[in-house]
């Protein structure tokens, strides 16, 4: 009788735990579906340098840049917006993509190499690229492509504006 009490015990503290944990504003699930998708056609708009440099000269994308206000200060692609993925929401991303069929552009840190100050490396795991990415797509945007290779600051195509650039 002891043992049946103290499992009752148990399963009611689970359940209740459970209960206590449950919040309709995080969703692993549809978290994970849309990471899983975005990996089948991820690869397919990942761009070169050259395709990136005419995607932006082509008037035709949205250029973001989801780093912080900092950092984006400091060194940023010329033309590109400024959202921080910690501001993103369905309202702030409309402001600045009003149309989810935009094609928009994304790029982070760790494509580039030789400015340590304003495009710090993080693990290759944490990249905001990817991040990034996955919250767009699950604010319904289709259209998102990323800076693919690793590019130098100092030897690339891909022209600078912020306070660094501003200092060489």
Known sequence: MKHMISVLILIISSST??????NPYIDYAAFEEDVRTMKETREQK??????????????NYVLLDARSERFYK??????AV???FTEFTE???AEVIPNQSTPIL???????????ASFATKMPPASLNLSTQASLVSYGYTEVYEL??????NNT????????????
């Open 106 to 116: 994304i790029y982070c840190n760790n494509n580039f190499l030789n400015s340590p």
């Open 74 to 79: 400091m060194r940023h692609i010329k033309g």
């Open 91 to 93: 309202a702030t991303l």
């Open 148 to 153: 693919g290779p690793l590019l130098d600051v």
């Open 82 to 84: 400024n959202l921080p």
């Open 46 to 59: 990942r761009l070169t340098e050259a395709e990136f440099i005419a995607a932006i000269e082509s008037g």
């Open 17 to 22: 735990w459970a209960d206590n944990m449950k």
């Open 157 to 168: 195509k891909i022209s600078f504006s912020g306070t660094e650039v501003q200092n060489q």
